[in-house]
């Protein structure tokens, strides 16, 4: 013969409503609700294939944009350097003259000497305009601080306040931007 438990006479009755409730299912052995799957339960399936795209989707455009990023700061470096290299191929023929000049003999006159040396100047300077490179000569013209800088005032109130009188070292720029000011003198009255 089974044993079946007695029931304990000082234990509440049970109902039908006490077991469907969520306080009795709860307690005791806890075994999923068996339902048949409803609308919610698609929305919520479908709300997790989409959050799972998105969550994809978000990872493939990071690892793209990463690698945009990498590869732009190469092309950046690739662009930086092919300009370095032109540039440093332009003044390879200065280098070349300068060195035929310290190899000539010094036979010859100052001013045989000084006619080389100034077109080797030119040359140099038509490189650096090639480059869009341009000496600011301020000698004159009124000090301006965003490309000249003040190294010496003198008192002259023969002249105007802010005239430039000497220059001791010429500026220049490329384009647009200012590569180095121009080293003045100024009057100051």
């Known amino acids: 013969m089974a044993d079946y438990p007695t029931p304990d006479p000082a234990a509440p009755e049970s109902t039908a409503a006490d077991a469907t409730s969520p306080a009795s299912s ?17 929305a919520l399936a479908s709300i ?7 969550k994809d989707l978000l990872l493939r455009k990071s690892a793209e944009f990463d690698n945009y990023r990498r590869r732009v700061e ?13 540039l440093a191929t332009a003044l390879l023929p200065l280098v070349d003259n300068f060195e035929r000049a310290l190899q000539a003999p010094s036979t010859g006159t100052a001013d045989a000497y000084r006619q080389g040396v100034e077109l080797i100047y030119k040359q140099l300077l038509d490189v650096l305009a090639r480059y869009g490179v341009v ?3 301020p000698l004159g013209a009124d000090f301006d601080p965003h490309v000249h800088e003040a190294v010496a005032r003198e008192i002259d109130p023969a002249r105007r306040d802010g005239e430039i009188v000497e220059v001791f070292a010429r500026g220049y720029q490329m384009r647009d931007r200012l590569l180095r000011p121009a080293r003045v003198r100024v009057v100051q009255s």
Do not use: M, S
């Not at 307690?27 to 609700?33: A, I, L, M, V, W």
């Not at 997790?48 to 998105?54: A, C």
């Not at 950046?76 to 032109?86: F, K, P, Q, Y």
């Open 26 to 42: 709860t307690q005791g052995d806890e075994r999923p609700e068996l339902r048949a799957p409803g609308p919610q339960d698609e």
């Open 135 to 137: 000496a600011i000569d």
């Open 74 to 86: 190469k092309e950046r470096r690739d662009l930086v350097e092919h300009a370095n290299a032109d």
């Open 48 to 54: 997790e294939r989409e959050r799972d795209e998105l």
